[in-house]
């Protein structure tokens, strides 16, 4: 995503086997995606989901902490 955001960048790369990774910068990055559209839309698609499913998370987590508050009220109010 940095290479939208110009923030550092955060990413980690695994793999289970040797493998050759490069990093791409945005003026190297630029030019490619202006020869191959297409992968704006794959782009916009991944970020979706990323999105998608940290909105799920946070409704989760606020849905627990929202839980939480309830018990230690009924706990302590009794």
Known sequence: MSLLTGAPRSATVRSREET???EIGRQAYLPL????PE???ELAAVMEA???????RMAELQAVGTDLRT????TLLG
């Open 20 to 22: 050759l990774v490069f």
């Open 33 to 36: 995606v202006q020869a191959h």
């Open 50 to 56: 990323r999105l998608r499913r940290r909105s799920v």
């Open 71 to 74: 018990r230690i009220r009924r």
């Open 39 to 41: 992968w704006v839309d």
